[in-house]
């Protein structure tokens, strides 16, 4: 692993199933993030995390709820997935809070 | 509220010199960061500002004013592969990075 890796790349989810994004930084990075990027919008943050064990509620959270059980891991899980919760979300980790962020590859979610 | 402005699209020719501005109005300010991405990848950093002035790295220059809440970033020499959206970002108050909506800049030959 080098960076920052995400899992699946791709998904196409039915409205109201439950969907764990992962995503897994061997960087050692303090902090992380989760970002959705909509056609025509800026980035918008979901939830961040500046250190292992501690989340923090971004821009939008709604509908979505994560977990920083160790440095490396960010899973972002939707609970109940509806159709406006597609997008194609990006993980990022950075040093420091205030440092450059390194992002992940990207996830792009479909919800039906 | 708080709110990053910068152009929707750009077009200029290759070789030639292209300015991408933003303007920002945020709670707070610890810096603005500009990031490419080219379509269907990730951003990717290019520049941080903290300080009034110009910063350059190689092609591509930034160039922040905080009492004007503005900024710029300066490519030079333009090639085809810097065809790419370019990402202006504040980070506000609680070190949370707000975006603009980028800037698709499109190269001609």
């Known amino acids: 692993i080098a960076g920052i890796t995400q899992a699946p790349t791709s998904q196409i989810l039915a409205a109201g199933r439950r969907m764990t994004l992962r995503c897994t930084q061997d960087?050692?990075?303090?902090?992380m993030y989760w970002y959705r990027q909509d056609l025509g919008l800026g980035l918008r943050l979901i939830h961040y995390?500046?250190?292992?064990?501690?989340?923090g509620k971004g821009e939008v959270p709604d509908g979505y709820s994560v977990s920083r059980a160790n440095t490396d891991d960010f899973p972002l899980t939707l609970a109940s997935a509806v159709p406006s919760q597609t997008s194609v979300y990006f993980c990022?980790?950075?040093?420091?809070?205030?440092?450059?962020?390194?992002f992940g590859p990207g996830t792009r979610l479909t919800v039906l | 509220g708080q709110n990053i402005d910068q152009p929707t699209e750009m077009t200029a020719t290759e070789g030639a010199i292209v300015q991408i501005n933003c303007t920002y109005q945020?709670?707070?300010?610890?810096?603005l960061f500009w990031y490419q991405q080219h379509a269907g990848e990730a951003p990717t950093f290019l520049s941080y500002?903290?300080l009034d002035g110009l910063e350059e790295k190689g092609r591509f220059s930034s160039f922040l004013s905080r009492s004007k809440g503005y900024s710029y970033l300066l490519l030079k020499e333009l090639q085809m592969k810097d065809s790419a959206s370019y990402l202006c970002?504040?980070?506000?108050?609680?070190?949370?990075?707000?975006w603009g909506a980028g800037t698709k800049l499109i190269i001609k030959p």
């Open positions: 945020t709670s707070g300010f610890n810096g």
């Open positions: 990022a980790s950075s040093e420091l809070a205030e440092g450059e962020q390194f």
């Open positions: 500002n903290v």
């Open positions: 960087m050692r990075h303090n902090a």
């Open positions: 995390s500046n250190t292992a064990g501690t989340t």
């Open positions: 970002a504040v980070s506000d108050s609680n070190y949370q990075l707000i």
